[in-house]
């Protein structure tokens, strides 16, 4: 099923500054809304790119481009995420704007959400390749949304901890933003290379 192959994407969508923003918000002084806030602005985001993408990806198929055309671009996509990824790998530092977020207000969380999830490049080549492959596989619109709900979800993990688990989640969370800056990118690709292997099995049949 075509739905099941794309979820792990949402893997990739987080993995990086998303994840770490969501972190730094949920030990912020207004965690509650700015966490809320940032998922708004994330969901409003992917599902305006994803949804863009497979109405794109339908209008080329129903012009004329055969399905092995759109199987190579969404391929095209996925190296280019992969090779993003991996150049990026060393950058272990968060950048300075970060430090920012504990005092962050419920609007920057909002825009912040918005930009990171729709114009990051990993992110964009991701919805992209998610967006055209539903649509070039014949899927209806909505098994974008289980993508989009499985991203949300992830990125509020971080606040749903400290929801569950008070104190204990507060002292998770500093670790987990640590260890998810030095790997963070390795999970990455191997979700990408999973989705790459799956495309070109399409293309091969």
Do not use: C
């Amino acid at each position: 099923m075509n739905l099941l192959k794309i979820l792990p994407m949402a893997f990739v969508m987080i993995a990086g500054p998303q994840i770490l923003s969501a972190i730094f918000l949920a030990t912020s002084e207004n965690w509650r809304r700015n966490s809320a806030a940032y998922i708004a602005g994330a969901a409003l985001s992917i599902t305006g790119f994803v949804t863009v993408a497979f109405f794109v990806g339908s209008g080329v198929s129903d012009a004329g481009a055969s399905n092995d055309t759109l199987d190579i671009v969404v391929l095209v996509l996925l190296v280019a995420a992969a090779l993003h990824t991996f150049l990026k790998r060393k950058e272990s530092k968060p950048p300075k704007w970060m430090g920012k977020l504990e005092v962050a207000s419920p609007r920057f969380s909002f825009r912040l959400g918005f930009l990171l999830l729709g114009v990051f490049p990993t992110d964009i080549l991701t919805s992209w390749a998610v967006g055209t492959y539903l649509s070039n596989h014949g899927d209806p619109w909505w098994h974008l949304l289980p993508f989009v709900l499985l991203t949300l979800l992830l990125l509020a993990l971080p606040a749903l901890l400290l929801l569950l688990f008070g104190q204990r989640g507060q002292e998770f969370l500093p670790k987990a933003r640590d260890w998810m800056n030095t790997h963070s990118w390795v999970v990455g690709e191997i979700v990408i290379m999973f989705f790459i292997a799956i495309a070109a099995n399409s293309l091969a049949g």
